[in-house]
C-alpha cells in the first residue's frame, strides 16, 4: 500500500517547519520544537525527514541497502547489532510499510485527551462569555506562568533536559510495546482493576447516610489513597489535579513534597511579643515559611530558596547540618562510620573553596530573578568536591595521616546525667612518636571530667567538632531533599543504611568516574535539618517535610483549591511555590532573630511617656534605622511568594 497523497503533504508540512527551524546559531535545525508542534514524537519526527531526505544518517544508509536487499527488520537489526525499534526508526516510509503515519493507540488517546481539553477549555470560556461565570474550572489563572515555563526547559551546567511525556512516549517506543507489555502489562492490569474497585467502594461508601465504625476507617483509608481529603499534596492523584489543570500533569518532577521552614532561637516572651505585634507573625512563636517543592530539589537549590524567601542577600556562609541525635545514630556515634558516609551525607573536610562557591556566579542584574534560576529544576550540581569518589580518596589520606598516632584522648565534662559533653579530642602521640600528657580543662570550674583513650576510628563522632578548619558533619549539598528528609524516619543504623545502598556504593566504584550523574544516595532517615547561615549573625532555619498540608488547611490559611494550584505550579514550572508566609522578611548583619527584634523595636517605638527631646531623638534613630535597611541591606515589607 503506497503512501497516500495526504501523508505526503503532511510530511511536506512538517519537513517545512523544521527547516524553519535553521539559523545561524542552529544550523541543523531542531527536531524537538518541531516534534513539539505538531504534536508528534521525536522519533516519529526524525523518520519523516528521513523519508522527504532532510536528515541523513549513516545507519540509514545502511539499512535501506540491505532492505533493497530483501533483508528483514529483524535480520538488518541483527547485522548491525541494534534492536528493531532503532532500525525501524531509522528506515523512511516505504510504500511497503502499512499506515506508517497512523499515530499508536497510546498516542492517539493522549491526544484525544488534549484535544478534550482543549475544547473543554474552549467552551468553558464561551459559556462565561455568554453566560457569566458557570463555577466550572477557570484555567486562565495560568496564563501568567508562560513565560516562566520556558525557564526550567532551558538546558545549562546546572539544569539537564526536562524529560516530557513525549519523551517517555518515546522511550516506551524504543523499547517496544510488546517488552514494555511483557515488563509491566500485567502489573499496570492489576492495579488499573484496583484502582476501579477502590473507587466504586468510595463512591459507595460517601453515598450512605450512617455508617459503622469499620466502615468509617475503610472510607478514611480510601481517601488518604487517593488525596481526597483537605490538605492533600503529595498524596492527590493527577486525575483531580488535571480537572483543576485543564491539561495532562508534567511528567516530571514525579512528586512535590511541603517543606516548613523556621527560625530557630530561644526568645523570651516579650521578644514573642515584637515580632507578632510589628512582625508580622501570627500562627508561631517565630518567623516561618511554608512552601510546595519538587521532591527532588537539592539541598544547595534549598539553600538559593531560603535566601529568597527570608530576604538574605547571600552575602555570607552557610552549611546544613543534622540534628546531634540523628548524626550520631547514622554513624553509629564512631568516626570510623562517619568516614565512610563521607561523599554519601557528609562533605569532606578537606573540600577547597573554590567546590564550596560552586554556584555563586552572580554578577550583576536582578538578585531575585538570579536565585529563582538556581532553585529551578531539573537539577544537577557540578559541585565536584562532593563526588565520592574524590571523597574517597580524601578519607584514605585523612586515615593514612593518622595512621602514627591513632591513638586519641577523649576528655569528658559531665554537668548531669543528661549533660556529658566531649571537650576535645587529640592525639596521644606527637608526630615523632613522643606520648603528649592526658589534657586538663582547669579552665572549666563545673562538672565531672575524666579522659579515655581510643582508636582513631572508634573515637565518639562529636570528638570531630573542632577538629577541623571546616566542619566534618557540613551535609553533601547534591543531596535530594526526598533522599535525606522524611516525616516518617525509621530508627536506621549506620551498618543497615551501607547494606541497603551496598550495591550503588560499589557501581559508583566500579565506574571509577566521578560525574554529576554517577553518585550515591542514601535513604531519607531524619525528620528534620538546620540551616545555618550567617555564624556571626547565627541564623538557624529548622526544614521539616510532610507529604500534605493538613495544618495549613485546618488553619484557614490555604484552602484545597489554592493548595492543588500551588501542587499544579509547581510542576508545571519545576520549582517550589510558597504556600504560606508567617512574619516579615530579615536582612543581614542585623544581628539575628535578637537583632531583629531590636530593629522592629527601633523602628517601631513606643512614644508613651516620653518627652519631646526623647520623642525627636526616637523619630531621628527610627528614620537613620530604617534608611540603613533598605539602602543597605535591601530591606524591603512584603511577602516572599514564589
Known amino acids: 500500500m503506497s503512501i497516500s497523497e495526504k ?39 526524525r523518520k519523516i525527514l528521513i523519508t522527504t531526505g532532510d536528515i541523513k544518517n549513516e545507519l540509514t544508509e545502511e539499512a535501506e541497502k540491505m532492505r533493497r536487499e530483501g533483508m528483514s527488520v529483524e535480520a538488518i537489526a541483527e547485522r548491525l547489532g541494534v534492536s528493531t525499534a532503532t532500525v525501524s526508526i531509522y528506515l523512511p516510509y516505504m510504500d511497503t510499510i502499512k499506515d506508517a503515519l497512523e499515530p499508536t493507540p ?32 477557570d484555567t486562565s489563572w495560568k496564563d501568567e506562568w508562560i513565560k516562566e515555563k520556558k525557564l526550567s526547559y ?21 523499547i517496544g510495546d510488546p517488552e514494555v507489555l511483557r515488563l509491566f502489562g500485567e502489573a499496570q492490569r492489576v492495579m488499573t482493576q484496583q484502582t476501579a474497585d477502590d473507587e466504586s467502594e468510595l463512591a459507595a461508601l460517601r453515598g450512605k447516610s450512617e455508617l459503622t465504625e469499620e466502615e468509617r476507617t475503610r472510607l ?35 512528586e512535590v513534597l511541603h517543606l516548613h521552614l523556621e527560625l530557630t532561637d530561644w526568645l523570651s516572651d516579650e521578644k514573642k511579643d515584637v515580632l507578632r505585634t510589628h512582625g508580622g507573625v501570627k500562627y508561631g512563636d517565630n518567623i516561618s515559611r511554608d512552601v510546595v517543592v519538587p521532591a527532588d530539589i ?37 568516626v570510623g562510620m562517619w568516614a565512610q558516609y563521607v561523599g554519601i551525607i557528609f562533605r569532606s573536610p578537606y573540600m577547597s573553596e573554590e567546590d564550596e562557591f560552586w554556584a555563586d556566579d552572580y554578577e550583576s542584574g536582578s538578585f531575585k530573578n ?38 586519641y584522648y577523649i576528655l569528658y565534662v559531665k554537668y548531669s546525667e543528661e549533660d556529658v559533653r566531649i571537650v576535645s579530642m587529640t592525639p596521644v602521640y606527637d608526630a615523632d612518636g613522643k606520648m603528649n600528657p592526658e589534657p586538663t580543662a582547669e ?33 553533601i549539598e547534591r543531596l535530594p531533599v526526598n533522599c535525606i528528609l522524611t516525616s516518617d524516619p525509621e530508627e536506621i543504623t549506620g551498618e543497615n543504611m ?18 554529576p550523574n554517577v553518585q550515591v544516595y542514601p535513604e531519607a532517615f531524619t525528620d528534620r535539618l538546620y540551616y545555618h547561615y550567617d555564624f556571626g549573625d547565627s541564623w538557624v532555619v529548622k526544614i521539616t517535610v510532610s507529604d500534605d498540608c493538613e495544618d495549613l488547611v485546618a488553619q484557614g490559611r490555604i484552602t484545597q483549591e489554592q493548595l492543588d494550584k500551588a501542587n499544579i505550579k509547581c510542576r508545571e514550572l519545576y520549582r517550589p511555590v510558597t504556600l504560606a508566609v508567617d512574619g516579615e522578611m530579615v536582612m543581614d548583619d542585623v544581628g539575628g532573630v535578637t537583632g531583629f527584634v531590636d530593629f522592629l523595636r527601633t523602628i517601631n517605638p513606643d512614644l508613651t511617656g516620653m518627652s519631646a527631646a526623647e520623642k525627636e531623638m526616637a523619630k531621628a534613630e527610627k528614620k537613620e534605622t530604617l534608611e540603613w535597611a533598605k539602602n543597605v541591606q535591601s530591606w524591603k515589607k512584603l511577602n516572599p511568594m514564589i
Not at 108 to 127: G, I, P
Not at 384 to 406: N, P, T, W
Open 7 to 45: 501523508d505526503w503533504k503532511f510530511m511536506e508540512e512538517v519537513a517545512s517547519y523544521f527547516r524553519s527551524t535553521k539559523d545561524k546559531d542552529n544550523p541543523e535545525g531542531s527536531i524537538r520544537d518541531t516534534a513539539i508542534h505538531f504534536d508528534l514524537s521525536r522519533n516519529k519526527v
Open 106 to 137: 497510546h498516542a492517539q488517546a493522549v491526544r484525544d485527551y488534549r484535544a478534550y481539553q482543549q475544547m473543554r477549555a474552549k467552551n468553558q470560556v464561551q459559556k462565561k462569555n455568554m453566560e457569566g461565570d458557570t463555577g466550572m474550572a
Open 154 to 174: 532551558t538546558v545549562t551546567d546546572t539544569r539537564p533536559e526536562r524529560t516530557t511525556w513525549d519523551d517517555a512516549d518515546e522511550l516506551r517506543d524504543m
Open 220 to 254: 478514611t483509608a480510601l481517601e488518604r489513597e487517593y488525596g481526597l481529603f483537605p490538605g492533600s499534596l503529595g498524596h492527590r492523584r493527577a486525575k483531580e489535579l488535571e480537572a483543576v489543570s485543564g491539561e495532562r500533569i508534567p511528567f516530571e518532577p514525579r
Open 298 to 334: 537539592p539541598l544547595y537549590a534549598v539553600h538559593y530558596l531560603i535566601q529568597r524567601l527570608f530576604g538574605w542577600q547571600n552575602s555570607h556562609l552557610h552549611k546544613f547540618e543534622l540534628p546531634e541525635e540523628k548524626l550520631k545514630m547514622i554513624t553509629d556515634n564512631r
Open 370 to 407: 538570579w536565585l529563582t534560576r538556581k532553585y529551578t529544576g531539573p537539577y544537577l550540581s557540578q559541585c565536584h568536591g562532593e563526588g565520592y569518589v574524590s571523597c574517597i580518596h580524601d578519607m584514605q589520606a585523612m586515615f593514612k595521616d593518622v595512621l602514627q598516632k591513632r591513638l
Open 443 to 475: 579552665w572549666l570550674p563545673h562538672g565531672e571530667k575524666w579522659v579515655e583513650t581510643v582508636e582513631f576510628g572508634d573515637a565518639p563522632v562529636m570528638g570531630l567538632k573542632g577538629s577541623h578548619e571546616r566542619g566534618c558533619f557540613d551535609l
Open 498 to 515: 551501607l547494606d541497603r545502598i551496598g550495591g550503588y556504593i560499589q557501581r559508583v566504584i566500579d565506574a571509577k568516574v566521578d560525574s
